[in-house]
């Protein structure tokens, strides 16, 4: 079966519609077309008529992802098929990828200026979030922590999606008895979790979890989350291939704050 890929201007805003299956072959050919993306920021992929996505095809999409993302752009999706959205979740990416119901919405979320900041350690890049007031939720009480009081009865437990952002007190194990003992500070982002355990050993252990399970889940006996809505989000991309340390993306986003507050 043919593919063809149909390049567009909405708005100001390159949008590919894509037509057929996206398979090896189609990959294959529509691939160089994505050159068309020169020049421009924001590009709109189309997929209402793609009946079929593989590995090949996510392979260029990531592509084309990086490729916008590394000059401060962004990669948005219109339009999915039920089978092309279940094959992005399958390869775990629906939270990587921006996906849009229609191409009206994708603009209106496109139009919103992004900000670069070049700085020593690397690049720093803003966009807009949503326009709701934010929150936080607080589990337990900072003073049990601070006085060392954290009790079983004070220990609860959630699931890694309840706690996508958050800083807290706390640890994995099969069962409250055996986390108590030894949990440590903890922190979750994006539903990750990095926690220290208070056995001595002073070496941090994390889970990445593809999916929540009753089985396996959070225990904590103190938890500040922030709900996965944000009125900003900033993407760092590190100057150096071995990265950069969190002393120097700190003094960056402070010294950032202090030269531009309007832009923070």
Sequence with gaps: MSISLHLETVAATKVFR????????GAEQI??????????????VNARDVTYLSSAGIRILVKLHKRLQARGG???????QPYFLAVVKMAGLEKEFSIFKSIEAAISESGVAREVHELPCGRLIFQKGTSAPGTVEVLGNIEDVLWARVTIDQMRKKTFSDKAYSLGLGGLG???GEVLPIMGEMMTMGGTMVWLPTDGNDTPDFL????????????????VS???TFNE???????SPEGATLTELYRALFDLAMAEPSST
């Design 18 to 25: 894509i037509v057929g299956r996206l398979d090896a072959y």
């Design 31 to 44: 691939e160089p077309d994505f050159d068309l993306v020169e020049g421009t920021n924001t590009v709109i």
């Design 74 to 80: 962004r990669l948005m999706f219109v339009e999915l």
């Design 174 to 176: 099969a069962g409250v």
């Design 208 to 223: 990445v979890p593809r999916r929540d399970s009753d089985q396996v889940m959070i225990h904590t006996g103190f938890n």
């Design 226 to 228: 922030f709900p996965a």
């Design 233 to 239: 989000y900033v993407e760092f991309e590190a100057a």
